[in-house]
């Protein structure tokens, strides 16, 4: 059957309501119509697939061939809709929230804390789409987790993360040991992260050797990407602190340097200054704020 002649969905609703049944009259009361209406949409439909779908017998209904074989498909597919309308569109998505998160401060931040929050509020579904430094944009999202300097227009935000910013690499770095002191760095390749306004040009300037002359540079649009990079040996990244704890606890990055310099740019959780948001949403943004203050006391 073509598209164009695709039946329409009341028509095929009711077919399904009256082979289930097989009476014309509870079909309609399931459906709330006539008899009539219910009998006149059957009709229509056989008339489309030019194919009888029921014999209509004195005291009821009884599928012929074509209706038992067209049944089954026609009910699966008016369940999987009800099923998928309702997941979209039902009431439990009320209860979602939806963060739109940087995909490095979920993988190392956020994502190993979530059990306390889901053992607080289980009731409480959380969805969580990846940004990657998106700032103009129209606000779909109940909160973001954005990083910067906590300035944007309209939107209240909440800072996550006092950081410092720290060299990383894996035990091997291009196919060499790490660098024993900075001077070093001019022979390896430095991994830089777009979007981030204090980079390498701001610690090697913080550091004093911001005229230091570096063999080669990659450039990535998310951290976790340098991140992974620096594990592997492709060079050096620079890490927040806030997000490196377990990598370097786990000795798969190593810090080389001593130095580490405090960055006035933070994670934050923002969310539009006019509008409240929901209970649920506030359930989340509670913890997550509660999660991060003491995160910071504790480091």
């Known amino acids: 059957m073509s598209k164009k002649r695709l039946p329409p969905l009341n028509w095929l609703r009711s077919f399904e309501a009256s ?29 489309q697939l030019g194919a009888t779908l029921f014999k209509r017998l004195p005291r009821g209904l009884e599928l012929t061939d ?19 309308t309702d997941e979209i569109f039902g009431q439990g998505v009320a209860k979602a929230v939806t963060v739109k998160v940087n ?23 959380l969805n969580f789409p990846s940004s990657i430094w998106i700032e103009e944009r129209k606000w779909d999202s109940d909160m973001d987790i954005r990083h910067g300097l906590g300035n944007w227009q309209g939107l209240t935000s909440e800072r996550l993360t006092w950081d410092h910013l720290v060299p990383v690499c894996g035990h091997n770095v291009n196919g060499k040991a790490p660098p024993a002191h900075i001077g070093q760095l001019a022979d390896y390749t430095l991994l830089h992260v777009a979007g981030y306004k204090e980079g390498w040009g701001y610690w090697l300037s913080q550091s004093g050797n911001d005229d230091l002359v570096i063999a080669s540079h990659v450039h990535f649009d998310t951290l976790i990407s340098a991140l992974q990079m620096a594990s592997l040996g492709h060079g050096i990244a620079l890490g927040r602190t806030s997000l490196i704890s377990n990598l370097l606890q786990s000795q798969l990055l190593i810090a ?24 649920n949403a506030e359930k989340f943004r509670a913890w997550l704020v509660q999660e991060a203050i003491d995160a910071h006391l504790n480091s």
């Open 19 to 47: 082979a289930r049944h097989l009476n014309f009259t509870l079909a309609a009361t399931e459906l709330n119509l006539t008899q009539a209406a219910i009998s006149q949409q059957v009709k229509g439909l056989e008339t």
């Open 66 to 84: 074509a209706g038992k074989s067209y049944l089954p498909p026609v009910r699966d597919a008016i369940e999987r809709l009800a099923a998928v």
């Open 103 to 125: 995909l490095v401060f979920f993988t190392h931040w956020l994502a190993p804390r979530l059990h306390r929050f889901y053992a607080l509020h289980p009731d409480v579904r």
């Open 256 to 279: 080389p340097f001593a130095e580490q310099f405090a960055t006035q740019e933070a994670f934050y959780l923002v969310y539009p200054s006019q509008h409240s948001i929901s209970h």
